[in-house]
């Protein structure tokens, strides 16, 4: 597929065609890119994403006692994001424990505590970049160990092309808690510029301009990569690489934030059916 020709996308109004996968047949069951006539419904759907997100990461076992945290912007007040309340496994968050904070980290709604570490390094990287409206952060299994290495991911597949010269090695603070704000600005620069980083020592974040849907996916994506990376080395054998060519086709057509977004919407759908708890 990495090597076929893109079709012309049709400009015709209401159809909103961004990518190969939307089905030019009319009347087929497919996700619709979705539009909002108030900031409260807009607010709704944010809030509900961000639930599923995290119950997401939850079903893949990327919990690890309270750390670990997921935001995404108000659409009306964008200086303030919705984010997981500290304490609570990702699988038991729901509608009505998130909480809503603002840059220095002080809940203005909500009844639960928020995670210091969470807005020391999602509030730098807000605050830095306007356009970046959702991040994600966890301490999984086979991201920090990939960190451990310092070390890029190599383009070993298609999927591993969604981060083609798009994710970043930081060493800074590297280590350390990030409960100071100074750790925050210092990894906030690298962070905005990509969708993955590598914090060695440390573990995994994303962040996106499109949706915390676009967040969730491509995290789950990035712990996905270390993981079959770290899988690929152990057996010693070198594998063979994507060309830059045919990575920079796959992260364009394969790995765009629509893309991401379309992907999660098959967990959003699975965890709305199976948990519905998640709406309380
Ligand atoms: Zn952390």
Same mark, same amino acid.
């Given at each position: 597929?990495?090597?076929?020709e893109t ?11 961004? $990518? ?16 909002? /006539? ?14 599923? /997100? ?9 919990? @690890?006692?309270?750390?670990? *945290? ?22 038991q ?16 709604e909500g009844?639960? &505590? ?8 999602h509030?730098a ?7 970046v409206m959702?991040?994600c ?14 070390r ?11 981060? @083609?010269?798009? *994710? /970043?090695?930081?060493?800074? $603070?590297a280590? &350390?808690v990030?409960?100071e704000?100074?750790s925050?600005w ?16 440390h573990?995994?974040?994303t ?8 967040? &969730?996916?491509?995290f ?13 080395? /152990?057996?010693?054998?070198k594998?063979?690489?994507? $060309?830059?060519k045919?990575? &920079? ?8 934030d ?9 967990? @959003? ?12």
């Amino acid at each position: 597929m990495a090597e076929e020709e893109t079709p012309m996308l049709d400009n015709v109004p209401g159809r909103n065609r961004v $990518s190969i996968y939307q089905p030019e047949q009319e009347g087929l069951v497919f996700p619709e890119i979705p539009s909002f /006539a108030t900031h409260a419904e807009e607010r709704d759907y944010r809030k509900k994403h961000l639930v599923a /997100a995290t119950r997401a990461f939850g079903m893949h076992g990327f919990d @690890y006692g309270f750390a670990g *945290h997921l935001t995404v912007r108000d659409p009306e007040h964008p200086e303030l994001y919705w984010t997981n309340p500290m304490c609570v496994h990702f699988s038991q968050v729901k509608m009505s424990n998130l909480i809503l904070a603002d840059h220095e980290g002080r809940v203005v709604e909500g009844r639960y &505590a928020i995670n210091r570490a969470g807005f020391v390094l999602h509030a730098a990287v807000h605050e830095e970049y306007p356009e970046v409206m959702a991040m994600c952060h966890a301490h999984t299994t086979y991201g920090t160990a990939w960190c451990a290495t310092g070390r890029k991911l190599d383009m070993i597949s298609q999927d591993a092309a969604a981060f @083609y010269n798009d *994710h /970043a090695v930081i060493g800074a $603070s590297a280590g &350390a808690v990030a409960v100071e704000r100074e750790s925050g600005w210092s990894v906030a620069k690298e962070m905005g510029r990509n969708r993955g980083i590598l914090h060695q020592s440390h573990g995994l974040l994303t962040s996106s301009r499109h949706s915390i849907d676009d967040a &969730a996916f491509w995290f789950i994506a990035l712990e996905r990569a270390c993981q079959q990376q770290l899988m690929v080395e /152990a057996t010693g054998i070198k594998p063979q690489l994507l $060309s830059d060519k045919t990575a &920079a086709y796959s992260r364009e057509h394969v790995g765009s934030d629509f893309i991401g977004w379309l992907h999660f919407q098959t967990l @959003y759908d699975h965890i709305a059916a199976t948990q519905p708890d998640m709406f309380d």
